[in-house]
């Protein structure tokens, strides 16, 4: 990754952000779990971004969403869902990833930080970032997912729920 540039989200054309995810991810990519957690949820802008490469052009993005994990007592804790995070398929592995998950954990706020979650691999989330599937396994989700691969990232797990399910926050 050489001379990449990061920028806000809100600063790219929407239809060039659904062209790269369309090339990131299979075309049923609006079947997945995630796009249910966070369903009728705008993105974050303030924790979006995209990467530009050193020609200027897209080589990839981060959204964030306002989601919840309300728990048995119908309580809603509300966290911070990661992802999609998309790089083109010719430019991963430069780094641009990780550049596009720094600039976005960088802006939540140190004093009072949300918990963050995901659903990706634990290799990649959890070597470089301390993403956990650990303090997840009784969380429920509104569709299939794999266990190992719903991950949180917060700096006392002992505020988190065992139990609960994950969904839009609703406020
Ligand atoms: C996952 C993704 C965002 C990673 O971005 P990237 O720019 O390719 O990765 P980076 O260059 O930042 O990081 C490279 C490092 O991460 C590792 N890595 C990359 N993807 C990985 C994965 N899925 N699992 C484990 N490790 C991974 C590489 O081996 C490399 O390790 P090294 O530094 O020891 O050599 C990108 O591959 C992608 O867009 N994939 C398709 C969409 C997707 O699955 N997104 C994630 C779910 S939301």
Redesign the pocket.
Known sequence: MSEAAIIPLDNVDPVLVEQLLDR??EPERGQRTAYKVREGMDWLPGLSFAVLDAHDQLA?TIQCWPVALTDDAGKPHPMIMV?????LPE?????????LMSATLACIAPGAPLPQV????A??YG??WGFSAAPTGGWSLPGPWDPARLLVRCDNPGVLPREGMLGPWRG
């Open positions: 990131a991810f990839g992802g999609p995070v998309a790089v430019l991963q592995e430069q780094g641009y990833g990780k550049a995901l659903i990706g691999d290799d990649y070597r470089f």
